[in-house]
DNA sequence: GTCTATACCGAGATAGAC
DNA sequence: GTCTATCTCGGTATAGAC
């Protein structure tokens, strides 16, 4: 079925609002963009005010990240290196998924305060948190270190800078693939340490 | 000596863009912040234009960012784990020094292309490869790896990730203070491998 | 529910006095 | 080098016909 006009002017917000920010972003620009009249008032038939069709953008786009995250696999964990790397690279297509989320963060969290909070609970709290649940789980059995804690940070750091630095540049660092990225953090993850030299194998 | 009224414009110029984004900066807005009268032209005395500023604040933000890496200390490298941990906590500190380019590139790097391709020339070009290039030979006595280029993606990335993190949203990742974070890294890095396990010591 | 037309305001930029 | 005053344009939003 065709999209509804309030749909693609959602859809057509959205994409301007990443492009040029949300005071560069006109309503006419949006009309024109959704195939209404540009310069007409068409727009204030579906939406009260550009605000108004920015916040709604922004609660659609929450919502699809949630279903996003129940999409996610839990995968068995039979080699724990390979899985890891399975999982890491779960992270990084989720993060691609959920782009506009990161490009309106990174973009206008200076502007509207709540916004930061907003996307900061569904990212961190549910998504990262909840994911370093797991993470700690399966990994206890595998990984010995001494600040758990920090080596999970280590490890969202590194794939949300990995990601960062894509989609600002348009090419991995290095030119490193996901593949390769992942593998090479699971990796340094499951070996030995020698400050705790009693590994499980 | 006191401020001359062109830089109090310029400092005025890149701390509204990096609230309010480019667009959202009004040349009235900039001449009250410097002192000057709202309304009054008495900005275009010093610059032509609002782009023009921009550029000139971004400029000045670059030479400020060449600057700050030539100020690098090159410790002398004797607990090799201890040493990479200080290097890793210098760089922290480098990225909050030049806190101004990454709010830009985040907020406006759709908006003018040269932006991202001349902060990411000295970011990643000047900055990181060439840190990059430090790192390699002093660790290649101390650590072993079968990827050493992916090895180095992922410690950008993850003090990238970790810089981002903080400034995105006001407080570290799990509340992992810098020290902690470069402390795990390095203690990761320095590991021996199980793939290659002929370490130095 | 989309159009034409328009009111209103704020922003970028200029002219000219001091 | 800063001010007052002003021009012009473009953007938000509304009114009313179809």
Do not use: C, W
């Not at 996003?68 to 839990?74: D, N």
């Not at 989720?94 to 990161?102: D, G, N, Q, T, V």
């Not at 590194?158 to 290095?174: N, V």
């Amino acid at each position: 079925m065709a999209p509804s006009t309030r749909a693609r002017i959602l859809d057509a917000a959205l994409e301007l609002i990443q492009q040029v920010g949300f005071t560069g972003t006109t309503v006419t620009a949006i009309e024109e963009r959704s195939g209404l009249s540009p310069g007409s008032g068409s727009f204030y038939r579906h939406f009260r005010s550009k605000e108004d069709v920015f916040r709604a953008a922004l609660e659609r786009e929450l919502e699809r990240a949630q279903q996003y995250r129940r999409e996610f696999e839990r995968g068995t964990v039979e080699d724990p290196q390979a899985a890891l790397a399975r999982r890491f690279l779960q992270q990084l297509d989720y993060m691609a998924k959920i782009r506009p989320l990161i490009n309106l963060l990174a973009r206008e969290h200076g502007q509207f305060p709540d916004l930061t909070s907003r996307i900061g609970g569904i990212l961190l709290d549910r998504g990262i948190v909840e994911e370093a649940g797991h993470l700690t789980h399966d990994l206890r059995a595998h990984v010995d270190h001494a600040d758990p804690h920090a080596l999970l940070t280590v490890v969202v750091s590194a794939l949300s800078g990995y990601h960062l630095a894509r989609q600002f540049f348009g090419h991995p660092p290095a030119e490193v693939t996901p593949e390769r990225f992942a593998a090479t953090l699971a990796a340094l993850i499951t070996s030995p340490r020698t400050a705790d030299p009693h590994g499980t194998e």
